[in-house]
């Protein structure tokens, strides 16, 4: 009888746990790509400009939690969905003045043929590449009238594109690049 329980408790100890991307059923990761980018998608027209970022009931900032979401479902499922996901990454890369990393996302939507949103994708890119340049224009100098030309190159860099994309949710994404962080 005692060996009985030894080979069992070897058996037990030598086997491996199910990986969380073969469960299924009720052990099945619960979180669905809806379910990641709902709480994106009622925020994507907010006005960054004049109120502070989303946040979730934690407190913590819902782009930046839902940016880190998506990149946790990229890597369960990395074959579903890659258009959604790449769109929606550049999406909230965006309203995080990360221009630049969003104009790659777009561009890589851009480059997939049959998907719905290569077009969209190919219409922000004008868009994400002038807020990427005016973004990596330089902020300082080696006096303070460099510097302040330079801050006043960028101010005037991204005062152009607040007038030329007047409508939201542009419009407020130009403004808050506009301020010199």
């Not at 590449?129 to 005016?134: C, G, R």
């Not at 860099?157 to 407020?172: C, I, M, R, T």
């Amino acid at each position: 009888m005692r060996a009985l329980i030894i080979i069992a408790m070897l058996v037990g100890c030598l086997t491996t746990a199910a990986r969380a991307g073969d469960a299924v059923g009720a052990f099945a990761p619960y979180e669905d790509l809806l379910e990641v980018l709902a709480p994106v998608t009622w925020h994507l027209n907010d006005d960054l400009y004049r109120f502070p970022p989303p946040r979730d009931p934690t407190g913590h900032d819902l782009l930046q939690l839902s940016l880190a979401r998506l990149d946790g479902w990229q890597k369960r499922f990395p074959s579903s969905f890659p258009d959604v996901t790449a769109f929606a990454r550049a999406q909230i890369l965006e309203r995080l003045s990360e221009y630049q990393r969003a104009n790659d996302a777009y561009k890589q939507v851009s480059l997939m043929a049959g998907s719905p949103l290569a077009a969209p994708a190919k219409q922000s890119l004008p868009r994400t590449a002038a807020f990427a340049a005016a973004a990596a224009l330089p902020e300082g100098g080696d006096d303070l009238d460099a510097r302040l030309s330079a801050l006043r190159k960028k101010l005037d860099a991204f005062g152009k594109l607040v007038d030329e994309y007047k409508d939201p949710p542009y419009q407020s994404i130009t403004r808050v690049g506009r301020v010199v962080k």
